[in-house]
Each structure stands twice: as C-alpha cells, then as structure tokens.
C-alpha cells in the first residue's frame, strides 16, 4: 500500500506512511465499531427468539435493523453520570484502555493474505497478549467507581480472566507448533486447500482442543455463562454498575470487539482463516501470481470468508449465551483449573505425540504435513541438514 | 527540539495526484514515535513514584511499561515486544489486583512518605541513574547510530545460544565436549531457583490461620468487607448458604 503510494501516486514516504497507517486504523476502527452495530441487533433478535418472542420489530423497517442505531443516540444523549465518591481520573479513563486494548489486539490480526495491520512474526503471541490487558480496564473501572458492587464484578474478572489465560495459551500452542510459525498468516496459509488440510481436522487431539478454546475464548471475553463480572442478579451490573451513556458503550464495544477477535483467531488458528472449507478461489482458477486484479479479488474472496467464520463464532456465543444458565464462581473456576487446563496439556501432548508418530497425516495425501517448514532463515528438514555448522552458515549469510 | 522533522522545513506535496498542493514538512515517523514512547515512558516513571494512590501508581507502570514495549516493537524486536506486553505488562495487573487486596483497608488508600523517604529515594535514584549512565556511555558502540542492518550486531545468536545451538562455535567440527556449551541449562537452573524463591515467599505470606473451629467461627461472624473479595477469588472457601457471593442464575 505504501510502496504503492510511493511509486504510483507519488507520495514522499512520509506521507505515504501516514495515509496508510490512517486508513489502516480507520478501517480497523469500523471493523469494531460497525461490528458492534450489527451484533448487537443480533444478539437482540437471537435473544428473543430463543426465549420465544421476536426482538425488535419496529425501529427502522421489518426487522428492527435500525435498532442499535437508536440506541445509540439514546446513549449520545444520555446524561454522563459520576459517583461523587469516585476516583475522576481513572473512572474517566477506564472505557478508553478497556477499547484500546480491543483496538490493539486487531492490528496484528490478518484478515487475509495481504489484509493485515502489522505482519507481526509473533502475531498469536501479541493478539493474547493484548487481549489479555483489556481487563486493566474493567478493574479500574471497578476500583474507581467507589462502590462494592463494581469492585465484587472487577475482582471476579480479575480472578477469572488470569486463571483462564493458562488454558487459552496452551490451546494457542498447538497451531503453533503444527505450522511452526507464530505468525498468524503463515499459520493460516499453511490449512490451505480444503477443510480437511484445517488444523480442527489434523487430528483428534486438536479437534478436541479447539473445543477447550472455545470454552476458554467464551470466558476470557466475560460472556455469559461465564460473565460473573457482570452479575446482574446479585452484583446490579457489576463493573459497569456506575457507567452511563457513552463510557457505558466503550466498554461494549470492547466487549464485542472482543467477541469478534477470538472468534477470528479461532478461524485463523484452527479453521484456515481465509481459506476453506472449499477452496472457491482457486476452483474459479484465481491463484497469487496471476495479475494484481486476481491476486486482489483472491483475497477480497478470502476477507469474505474469514469475516463469515468470525461471525459465526460471535453468533455461536450469543447462542450459548442464551441458552446457559450463569455458572457460580467455584464452577468458573473449576472449569478452568480442573477441567480445561489438564485437558488442554493432555491435548498439546497428544497433538505433539502425533506429529511425532504420523508425521504425514492419518491418511497419506489427505491434509498436509505439518511442520515442514520451520523459520524460514533457518534449514530444516528438505532444505539441508540442521547441524550447527550449516545454521551458521545461514545465520552468517542472513547477519553478515 | 524538532529532530523528527527532517529535510527542508517546507515542502510541496502533491496530495493524491489531485493538484491539491500542501506546505508540510516531511516527518521521520520512526524519530517521532520514538520520542514519544521514550517520553511516556519516562514521563510516567516518574509519575509512579510521584503517585499516591496505588491503583493510580498501577496505571502508570502500566502506560510506562507498555511505553517501553512500543520502543521495542519500534526497534523490530517484536517478541521482546510482545513479552513485554505479556509479561511485564499483564503482571502489573496482577499486582494491582493483590496489592488492591492486601492493602486496601479503606476506599482510595494513599501511600504518602514521608519527606526523608523522598529524600532517601531521590538519592538513591540518582546514584543509580549516575552509574547505569557511566555505563551506558563507556559503550563505545553505542554512541553514534549505527547505519543499516549491515554489520550491526544481531540478538540472533545469543537467542540461539539460549536453545542450546552456538552459532558463533568457531570450530564445528570438534568433538562435543571441546565445543562451547548453550545457555539452556543455566537459564532452567535459574527459572527453577526463581520459582522455588516464589512457593518460598507465598509460604511466608499466607496468612496464619489457627485451626480451632470456635476461632473460625469469630473469623466469619466479624469478617471486614474487604476481604470478602479474596473469598470471592477463593472460591470455595466459604460456606455457600453463607456467602452473598456465590453467584445465581440469570
């Protein structure tokens, strides 16, 4: 894009750089913020029919599209309301780092080969990273707000997002390890082709650990059953007791923006990303190499997809949401520490003893070999020995 | 003042071929940001010691630490970044929540020294701040910026040593015990010790509770608030007809 700008249109690089950067922050901003929009109405319909009535109707039309749109002038013009006991500063900021923490977490995060804010060479690490600080924000929000409900619901998101971070990461490793990259296009690159090449489907150890993911996703994002932060049958609303209007909304932005990013490096870890379950790209004979306006629409085709499986997974929870009942804070804390985090180590173990024993697959030409290609600097299996006189060589010729 | 404006102080850009010409100044993004998160970095350094209230000092660690992070995503040493981010970072937060914890008696706690600890503090900031400035100037490497990648020193073979493999080995073909050894078993010796230090310290820390169940009993029944939080971590800790806490359903 920059190159682009430098050589087409003529920009010096600096500003080359600054449209980019902007336009890639704007774009990202409109993912979360558009998202937000659109799954709200969702959950608002999905709720009611799943509880037997119809949602909004009226707002906007037939279905009640404009519904979140009406919200959110209603919360625009809501009166900005501060406990007279609270900490002003940080009950002011908290929305801010909860949202940007969300906003942060998708600039590594590719939505197809070439869509992508920053190609980080440890993209899984930095999107957990990330989204691991987002509850920084809803234990300031808790603190500062004076009032015990809020501090009861940020010490249980405390409590609980800390613990469910163990399980997440090792659930993480495992793509990890299959692809033998952490960056997150490699990683989706490598499940190219049908969904029988996706990583859900290398083999029953993974299967079994997406499933743990999953579960991990739901509660590291704070929803229901596992949205103790926010119990509204015993804590009012728990952190965001205090919070009216706009502030209110940041943090369901955050939320939601959440929702959307796990469910995405769900599709990118486990389920091809871009690609899959049926390979239409490459069917309709478009394949990298052949132009710029193929090698776009591949990809724009690929953007479409990753952003479908995204969406499932958000309607998935919202699913889940409306259909379990609230755990109580021993069963949180069960699932986590007794459940997902052996199952998901037993699982890593496993999917690690596979490689090892069926290094090609359960069925020989079915999915692609896994861990073929390590690092691409260094030299591994079918690209010359790995001693450490030949890695020298390499590294000499890479850092002269 | 102005290093991250470089070249001629007015220059025309054509914007987007569209004839529309602005007067700017080309900016060097990398010497901008770098200030920046330098400053920041700085700037919210001293703001943790300058704090009074923990939550507050928290945040600013935070702004600080991530700060720092961004310098090293800026220098293209994005794991170090990243585990920045992760470690440094996400454990301030669960500092913040036990320090919250285990020292908040009262709503909005400050800590304020007295005026021989800032005193006492401020020398010994600045003694250390004297000696990691000798060092860091006595570094001949370090004084001009390097130009390129070409020949500059990579973190490459250290993290290589760190897994075991010498890349900088200068002779391969020896036999195993003559050539240079990995970091890895000293980097495991040290994790190990640093965990054994950490169970040794949540020994010491616990709190002492005697096992008669009448003293239990007068725990429960003049239990402070704020310590209701930690059975909430706890989870079963606490009888559950008892506890306000153990959660319902929706």
């Not at chain 1, 799954?39 to 109707?57: H, M, N, S, V, Y």
């Not at chain 1, 990013?261 to 899959?276: I, K, Q, R």
């Not at chain 1, 949401?321 to 890593?348: E, G, H, N, S």
Request: aromatic share 10%.
């Amino acid at each position: 894009m920059a190159d682009f700008l430098i050589n087409t249109a003529g920009l010096s690089a600096w500003l080359a750089w600054t449209v980019t950067a902007v336009l890639a922050a704007v774009l990202i901003l409109n993912v979360i913020a558009g998202g937000a929009l659109v799954f709200i109405w969702a959950e608002r319909k999905i709720a009611g029919r799943i509880q037997d009535r119809l949602g909004p109707t009226r707002t906007g039309g037939k279905f009640g599209w404009l519904q979140s749109l009406a919200d959110g002038i209603k919360l625009l013009a809501k009166e900005d309301l501060m406990p007279e006991g609270a900490d002003g500063m940080l009950f002011r900021l908290a929305p801010y780092v909860s949202f940007c923490a969300s906003f942060c977490a998708f600039i590594a995060l590719p939505f197809a080969f070439d869509f992508v804010g920053q190609r980080l060479n440890v993209g899984v690490f930095f999107v957990v990273a990330v989204l691991g600080l987002e509850v920084f924000g809803v234990i300031l929000a808790g603190y500062a707000s004076a009032s015990k409900w809020s501090l009861f619901g940020a010490m249980r998101e405390a409590a609980q997002v800390v613990s469910y971070e163990v399980p997440l990461g090792m659930c993480v490793v495992v793509p990890v390890m299959l692809a033998g990259s952490m960056d997150l296009v490699t990683i989706a690159e490598k499940q190219a082709g049908w969904f029988t090449s996706w990583y859900l489907f290398h083999d029953p150890f993974t299967f079994v650990i997406f499933w743990v993911y999953v579960t991990c996703a739901v509660a590291s994002v704070n929803r229901a059953p596992f949205d103790l932060a926010e119990a509204e049958s015993e804590l009012v609303a728990g952190f965001h007791t205090e919070y009216s209007g706009l502030r209110w909304s940041f943090f369901f932005m955050a939320e939601y923006g959440s929702m959307f990013l796990v469910s995405a490096l769900a599709a990118v870890l486990f389920m091809g990303g871009w690609n899959g379950p049926i390979p239409v790209a490459g069917l309709l004979g478009l394949s990298e190499g052949n132009g710029d306006t193929a090698n776009y629409f591949t990809r724009l085709l690929g953007m479409a997809n990753l952003l479908g499986k995204a969406t499932v997974g958000v309607l998935v929870m919202m699913w889940i949401r409306w259909t379990l009942p609230r755990l109580r804070i021993d069963q949180v804390m069960t699932t986590c520490l007794k459940y997902c985090t052996p199952l998901a180590a037993a699982m890593f173990l496993g999917a690690m003893l596979w490689q090892v024993a069926l290094p090609g697959g359960l069925v020989p030409g079915l999915g692609r070999p896994a861990g073929e290609v390590r690092e691409g600097w260094l030299p591994g299996p079918g690209g010359g020995p790995r001693t450490p006189a030949a890695v020298a060589a390499k590294v000499a010729q890479v850092h002269p | 003042m102005m290093a991250f404006v470089s070249g001629p102080t007015a220059v025309i850009e054509p914007l987007l071929g569209l004839g529309l010409a602005l007067p700017v100044a080309g900016v060097n993004w990398h010497t901008f940001f770098f200030l920046l998160f330098a400053a920041v970095a700085c700037g919210f350094a001293v703001a943790v010691v300058a704090a009074d209230n923990v939550v507050r000092m928290a945040l600013y660690l935070v702004l600080s630490l991530g700060a720092t992070a961004g310098l090293f995503f800026l220098a293209g040493a994005e794991f170090v970044g990243a585990m920045q981010l992760m470690i440094y970072v996400g454990g301030t937060l669960v500092l913040l929540v036990f320090g919250v914890m285990l020292t908040a008696q009262a709503p909005f706690v400050s800590i304020k020294g007295s005026a021989g600890d800032r005193v006492l503090a401020g020398v010994v900031g600045a003694v250390l701040l004297a000696v990691l400035l000798q060092a860091a100037l006595s570094v001949p490497a370090w004084r001009r910026p390097a130009s390129g990648h070409v020949g500059q020193p990579a973190a490459t073979p250290i993290g290589m040593a760190l897994v075991g493999v010498r890349v900088d080995e200068p002779d391969p073909a020896a036999p195993a015990k003559n050539r240079r050894s990995g970091y890895l078993l000293p980097f495991e010796i040290v994790s190990v010790h640093l965990l054994v230090v950490l169970v040794g310290a949540a020994y010491l820390a616990r709190a002492k509770r005697r096992k008669t169940p009448r003293a239990i009993e007068v725990a429960a029944s003049v239990e402070p608030a704020a310590s209701v939080a930690e059975h909430a971590a706890i989870g079963r800790d606490r009888p559950r007809g008892a506890s306000v806490l153990a959660g319902g359903r929706s």
